[in-house]
């Protein structure tokens, strides 16, 4: 089986190392390009026996499996390189959310599957968010989801909540470490503690909150009640949270789902030119 990348930017090469050191894939196995193919020529640097390939025909041409790691508005391109040769039996696996799969299920023959990952799979844990097309069979999605398990837990989602839950799965990390960021520089500056030593403090309580939160069997909940200790310090910090906060989440997911909306709309119309604007 080959397993074909189109677009090796941040996500393609994150999603090939990973499935290749945690031995999901072998280098041989996998077909890469990338418009810019100096980007596929460091990946097979580093993986000599991954085969490059020079143009998007090519990757379809040789693989059963074809990840497509590219930005909404290079789809319409892709699609029409691709859709002469990706054929009913190849798997096209889109990792990207504005993208629907009855809008590729309409422009190409093959199977279609939405699969979102995050920033996490490369360090073989967090999810990948799966939305499978009507065209994928039992063997088909058995097949995915052996490939996507060892770097992560595949996770079916309902189209309609694509954006929230990459906004948890995907978004999530870089939000969380917007936090964390924060919390080193004020530490930094209100007491003069190195910056290392916060960092590695903060890091360190980040991985332990997170197995506490999964493997630790703790809910959010469960988890600062077990802190905060009554009439105790983390109380104290939890309360100016409350209300330093509360208006916070709901702005995001506000901000994240309109722009969403937005590159839906764009998607629209590059694919079938019936946008508003
Ligand atoms: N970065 C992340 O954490 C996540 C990204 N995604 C999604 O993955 C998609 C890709 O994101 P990134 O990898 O971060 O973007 P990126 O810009 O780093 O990578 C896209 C790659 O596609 C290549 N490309 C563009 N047009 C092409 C064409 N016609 N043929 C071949 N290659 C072409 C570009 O040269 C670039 O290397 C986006 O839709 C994003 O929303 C999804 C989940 C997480
Ligand atoms: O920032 C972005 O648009 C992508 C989607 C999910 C994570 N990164």
């Known amino acids: 089986m080959k397993v074909g990348f189109i677009g090796t930017g941040s996500m393609g090469s994150i999603l090939i190392e990973a499935l290749i050191l945690s031995g999901a894939l072998n280098p041989e196995q996998i077909v890469a390009t990338n418009r810019t193919i100096e980007k ?18 090519d990757v379809a041409r040789s693989c059963s499996i074809i990840f497509l790691c590219i930005k909404p508005a290079e789809y319409k391109t892709v ?14 696996v889109s990792i990207t959310s504005p993208v629907m799969v009855k809008q590729l299920e309409g422009l190409l023959n093959s199977k279609i599957v939405k699969v979102i990952p995050s920033i996490t799979n490369y360090v073989f844990s967090g999810a990948t968010l799966c939305v499978y097309g009507e065209r994928m069979g039992e063997d088909d999605i058995e097949l995915i989801e052996k490939l996507l398990s060892p770097i992560s837990a595949p996770i079916r989602i309902d189209e309609r909540h694509t954006r929230i839950c990459s906004d948890l799965s995907s978004c999530g990390p870089a939000f969380l470490a917007y936090f964390i960021q924060k919390y080193i520089e004020v530490a930094v500056q ?21 197995k506490l939160l999964t493997a630790g069997g703790f809910t959010p909940e469960a988890l600062q009640e077990r802190v905060a200790v009554p009439g105790g310090i983390t109380a104290e910090g939890l309360r100016i949270m409350e209300k330093e906060l509360c208006g916070l989440f709901s702005q995001l997911i506000h901000t994240t789902h309109a722009k969403y909306e937005e590159d ?14």
Do not use: W
């Open 190 to 210: 209100e007491t003069g503690i190195s910056k290392d030593d916060a960092t590695r403090l903060a890091c360190e309580m980040a991985l332990g909150t997170g």
């Open 264 to 277: 839906l709309e764009k998607v629209e119309s590059r694919f079938f030119g019936t946008s508003v604007d």
């Open 79 to 92: 699609i029409d390189d691709i859709k002469g040769e990706a054929g009913p039996e190849c798997i096209v």
């Open 40 to 57: 596929t020529e460091r990946l097979a640097a580093a993986y000599p026996k991954l085969q490059i390939a020079h143009s998007n025909i």
